[in-house]
């Protein structure tokens, strides 16, 4: 009883105020770890559509179209962390293959030297991360320089222009005026 008394003790200081007014009324640990799995974790069904959520987010994961290298490995960060909480675990080569595949067409040529250059079951997720940056600063000044050119030749390029071609169409339709 005495230990059951210091670990309430202990866990009710480690609590902020809004938690502290939700558990003050459980008489033993148990009872508060008990409240607070399901509070945070949610029941076992909640569990398991949370893991499917995340799994389907993780599959579904691509790099978006103005999205750069950091912000996307934010974004699958807080994916597979999230994976990882719910006991889920990924290997160190899937996860690699995961961003690899999932860089824009933008970094097609250097998606292409990691994995012909490189052995995935070796590699480190950091070092592909600082790899992918470090071609991205690389690559930066080479596409502003290339946009300054295009304006200043005086070309839109969000202009997206169409071939004609001479169409002969019949008009089969018959009205009765």
């Not at 993780?58 to 994976?83: A, C, H, V, W």
């Not at 998606?111 to 470090?134: F, G, Q």
Request: net charge negative; hydrophobic share 35%.
């Amino acid at each position: 009883m005495e230990l059951n008394c210091k670990a309430l003790y202990i866990i009710f200081c480690a609590f902020s105020p809004n938690i502290y007014k939700k558990m003050f009324s459980c008489e033993d640990v148990e009872e508060v770890w008990d409240k607070l799995e399901v509070t945070y974790e949610g029941t076992n069904e909640v569990k398991e559509t949370k893991i499917g959520l995340f799994n389907l987010e993780y599959e579904n994961f691509k790099m978006g179209p103005d999205e750069d290298i950091k912000r996307m490995f934010d974004r699958f960060s807080t994916i597979f962390n999230q994976l990882k909480c719910f006991g889920e675990e990924i290997s160190e080569d899937k996860l690699i293959r995961k961003v690899i595949y999932s860089l824009s067409e933008s970094c097609d040529s250097k998606k292409t030297a990691i994995i012909e250059a490189k052995d995935l079951k070796k590699l480190k997720l950091d070092k592909v991360i600082r790899s992918l940056l470090t071609n991205e600063m690389m690559s930066l000044p080479l596409k502003k320089e290339k946009e300054k050119k295009i304006k200043k030749q005086g070309i839109d390029v969000n202009v997206i222009a169409l071939k004609s071609s001479k169409c002969n169409h019949v008009d089969t339709s018959e009205d009765g005026d």
